[in-house]
């Protein structure tokens, strides 16, 4: 097994705990474990840069890359409201 195997790292970043849910929720139905950091401070004070001080979305680093592909093609299969 690879040494990093079970390393946490970020996917992405979101100013909303409902959008890393609903994105975790994409990851698990395509069998991907996934959880969230959050800093209350971007609810608060929407100012700061979600990337400082935002909600993290985390997978092993091992499953990284597949994540990103499964969240690419969800968010581009959305329709977009105008």
Same mark, same amino acid.
């Given at each position: 097994?690879?040494?990093?195997?079970?390393?946490?790292? @970020?996917?992405?970043?979101?100013?909303?705990?409902?959008?890393?849910?609903?994105?975790?929720?994409?990851?698990?139905?395509?069998?991907?474990?996934?959880? !969230?950091?959050? +800093?209350?401070?971007?609810?608060? !004070?929407?100012? !700061?840069?979600?990337?400082?001080?935002?909600?993290?979305?985390? @997978? !092993?680093?091992? +499953?990284? +890359?597949?994540?990103?592909?499964?969240? +690419?093609?969800?968010?581009?299969?959305?329709?977009?409201?105008?």
């Amino acid at each position: 097994m690879e040494e990093n195997a079970d390393k946490l790292v @970020v996917a992405k970043y979101y100013d909303s705990v409902l959008n890393a849910e609903l994105d975790m929720e994409v990851l698990k139905s395509n069998g991907i474990e996934s959880t !969230f950091t959050s +800093d209350m401070m971007v609810g608060i !004070f929407p100012l !700061f840069d979600e990337k400082e001080r935002g909600i993290s979305l985390l @997978v !092993f680093e091992a +499953d990284l +890359d597949k994540a990103l592909q499964i969240l +690419d093609e969800y968010h581009h299969s959305m329709p977009v409201n105008e």
